[in-house]
T-cell receptor, first 112, second 113 residues
Framework: KAGVTQTPRYLIKTRGQQVTLSCSPISGHRSVSWYQQTPGQGLQFLFE???????NKGNFPGRFSGRQFSNSRSEMNVSTLELGDSALYLC???????????FGPGTRLTVT | DAKTTQPTSMDCAEGRAANLPCNHSTISGNEYVYWYRQIHSQGPQYIIH???NNETNEMASLIITEDRKSSTLILPHATLRDTAVYYCIVRVDSGGSNYKLTFGKGTLLTVNP
């Protein structure tokens, strides 16, 4: 069974731009969560989607948003990028909301 | 979610058992203990989880004390590829809106040849 895939793997953007990251969960998994990882803050929860609805949100500004499609694929969007948004963005999927989460390889975003 | 305390780093000789401790003294009755690990620059990898009974799978064993205030992850025969940051996480098993994983700083396990 294929794992969680994330595209693109690497991305370089300029301050003020916006970016969209994509996540394809493991087949059959309906819950998708997003995390941000930085050296200073570690792994932090962004939001969780289940059945196309955002069910849970972390403590991030409104510039961070996401959505989930009917096939469970998910995208997250960051608008008006700041230097501090440079991070590894990780997507995780699980069969149910409380199931073990399986992570993708992440998207490394660099904001210059 | 209850907070966890883990040593910052540990060393282990290749082929020996690695025992990683975790303190979760404020765990509540409906919280599971999860273990993940993250090898450098990769996404975290699920290892094992449990509620109160000891658990074993092909990767590791999880020993939870009877009072549930601490647990130990055991890698029975550590290899160089087990070098990673290991995260101990407690997580609610039902109800509420807190289905997220809250990662601490974890333990950097270095397996030495």
């Amino acid at each position: 069974k294929a794992g969680v895939t994330q595209t693109p793997r690497y991305l370089i953007k300029t301050r003020g731009q916006q970016v969209t990251l994509s996540c394809s969960p493991i087949s059959g998994h309906r819950s998708v969560s997003w995390y941000q990882q930085t050296p200073g803050q570690g792994l932090q929860f962004l939001f969780e989607y289940f059945s196309e609805t955002q069910r849970n949100k972390g403590n991030f500004p409104g510039r961070f948003s996401g959505r989930q499609f009917s096939n469970s694929r998910s995208e997250m969007n960051v608008s008006t990028l700041e230097l501090g948004d440079s991070a590894l963005y990780l997507c995780a999927s699980s069969l149910t909301r409380l199931g073990e989460q399986y992570f993708g390889p992440g998207t490394r975003l660099t904001v210059t | 979610d209850a907070k966890t305390t883990q040593p910052t780093s540990m060393d282990c000789a290749e082929g020996r058992a690695a025992n990683l401790p975790c303190n979760h003294s404020t765990i509540s009755g409906n919280e599971y203990v999860y273990w993940y690990r993250q090898i450098h620059s990769q996404g975290p990898q699920y290892i094992i989880h449990g509620l109160k009974n000891n658990e074993t799978n092909e990767m590791a064993s999880l020993i939870i004390t009877e009072d549930r205030k601490s647990s130990t992850l055991i890698l029975p025969h550590a290899t160089l590829r087990d070098t990673a940051v290991y995260y101990c996480i407690v997580r609610v098993d039902s109800g509420g809106s807190n289905y997220k994983l809250t990662f601490g700083k974890g333990t950097l396990l270095t397996v030495n040849p």
